[in-house]
């Protein structure tokens, strides 16, 4: 694709970039027409056996109940929505988006399937198929993170970019890009539904991780609304910040004369251990690390997790 041709492309989203260079001709023996450029987008029906999957398919768990109500669907009434493929060789197309419909038709004992055939890149495939992912409405807003990050990274784009290619206001792509950096504790409860994405948003405005850490924790065993939450935290941004002991040897330092490199030791563990980390450390090079725990069960999940690495 020509960088004219990709520039008119962006911001229209999925569609667009479905129909830009579209490469589709009625041909039910599958001869080689099928590949020159048309923009007329024609619905061709290609066999299951030679069709491969998407190599770049950011989608790797179909649920089992799911799949088999659209195999019971399409034995009924056909698919609907055709699938898109790229033609790779003779009679040897590459999935791009769709692959949910296309094992569902595997189910459903079908031996053909409707297709757009497309001509697209490696990039342009890895592309689709991302957004693809991220249009599906049961995603939750950590899934949704992790699609725009990785879409951002493989394609090369900035924020700005990302946003038009998504047809989304920077500042929403930035949120859901911030939610990346939160304790994985935290993580956790926005994708198990413990947290919403205004919680998740408040949480962010704290700017350490064990205090993080200490008003999830507070959120989710009181089932704070999102407004309780936000006053919570404008509390403690108000609230004077306590002395605390940092390093071996040198009792009473405040935060900030912790030495950088041992900040982001504590950092990288904090985040890791979602739990309070501290690093006390002496002159000579010798200290200790003291890791806090709740009650017992936080105890197991902390030597589980350190077990693990």
């Given at each position: 694709m020509t960088d004219n041709k990709k520039k008119s492309v962006l911001g229209r989203g999925l569609g667009a970039l479905l129909e830009a260079n579209d490469t589709t001709q009625r041909d039910k023996n599958f001869g080689n027409n099928i590949g020159t450029n048309t923009q007329t987008a024609v619905v061709v029906s290609i066999?299951?056996?030679?069709?491969?999957v998407n190599p770049f398919q950011p989608r790797t768990t179909f649920e089992a109940d799911s799949l088999n109500e659209l195999a019971d669907s399409i034995k009924i009434h056909g698919v609907i929505q055709p699938i898109t493929v790229r033609k790779i060789e003779n009679n040897k197309y590459q999935l791009i988006a769709g692959?949910?419909?296309?094992?569902?038709?595997?189910?459903?004992?079908?031996?053909?399937?409707?297709?757009?055939?497309?001509?697209?890149?490696?990039?342009?495939?890895?592309?689709?198929?991302?957004?693809e992912n991220i249009q599906r409405e049961d995603l939750n807003p950590l899934e949704i993170s992790i699609n725009y990050k990785r879409l951002q990274?493989?394609?090369?784009?900035?924020?700005?970019?990302?946003?038009?290619?998504?047809g989304k206001n920077r500042s929403?792509?930035?949120?859901?890009?911030?939610?990346?950096?939160?304790?994985?504790?935290?993580q956790a409860g926005l994708r198990d539904g413990k947290i919403t994405m205004g919680h998740a948003k408040a949480i962010m405005a704290v700017d350490d991780i064990p205090t993080m850490l200490s008003v999830?924790?507070?959120?989710?065993?009181k089932g704070m609304s999102v407004r309780q939450l936000e006053e919570l935290v404008r509390n403690l941004e108000i609230k004077p910040k306590k002395a605390t002991t940092t390093t071996?040897?040198?009792?009473?330092?405040?935060?900030?004369d912790v030495p950088f490199t041992i900040k982001k030791m504590q950092d990288r563990m904090m985040s890791a251990l979602s739990t309070k980390v501290q690093i006390q450390r002496g002159t000579d090079g010798k200290g200790e690390i003291v890791i806090k725990f709740y009650n017992d069960d936080d105890l197991d999940r902390i030597v589980d997790s350190i077990a693990e690495v």
């Open positions: 066999p299951l056996e030679q069709i491969e692959e949910r419909r296309l094992r569902a038709s595997k189910l459903a004992g079908k031996a053909e399937i409707p297709a757009y055939v497309r001509v697209a890149s490696d990039q342009e495939s890895i592309e689709i198929a991302l957004i990274d493989e394609c090369d784009l900035t924020q700005e970019q990302l946003a038009v290619r998504l929403t792509v930035t949120n859901f890009l911030r939610l990346l950096k939160l304790p994985p504790d935290v999830f924790k507070e959120v989710t065993s071996a040897g040198n009792t009473g330092n405040k935060a900030h």
